[in-house]
Nanobody, 121 residues
Framework: QVHMVESGGGLVQAGGSLRLSCAASSSSVRIDTMAWYRQAPGNERVLIASVGSSGSANYADSVKGRFTISRDGARNTVYLQMNNMRPEDTAVYYC???????????????WGQGTQVTVSS
């Protein structure tokens, strides 16, 4: 069983920065896509950034230009650098790693436990 372990959440003032990290508990599993989601109170969990094994990244419009996702493939670790933060960024942030099975006919998703990020105005 693979676990994703997150760190780096906390309280920051509007305009400030935070960096989240998330590492898979096993370095031997091949994680293909790594992603960050967030869930604000009363809202659904939404995808905000993802990065493929090649390093190609995609962002939701709400964070584009302010957040940067990156990964260390050798360590199965993904990062989210958050700059110029806004009160509406307040949410629980979750990471997800997707393992493509060696057989090529399926995949497994591994989720982190979530870390609270609060942006004060």
């Amino acid at each position: 069983q693979v676990h994703m372990v997150e760190s780096g959440g906390g309280l920051v003032q509007a305009g400030g920065s935070l960096r989240l990290s998330c590492a898979a508990s096993s370095s031997s599993v091949r994680i293909d896509t790594m992603a960050w989601y967030r869930q604000a109170p009363g809202n659904e969990r939404v995808l905000i950034a993802s990065v493929g094994s090649s390093g190609s990244a995609n962002y939701a419009d709400s964070v584009k230009g302010r957040f940067t996702i990156s990964r260390d493939g050798a360590r199965n670790t993904v990062y989210l650098q958050m700059n110029n933060m806004r009160p509406e960024d307040t949410a629980v942030y979750y990471c997800k790693g997707t393992e493509i099975w060696n057989t090529g006919n399926g995949y497994s998703d591994y989720w982190g436990q979530g870390t609270q990020v609060t942006v004060s105005s």
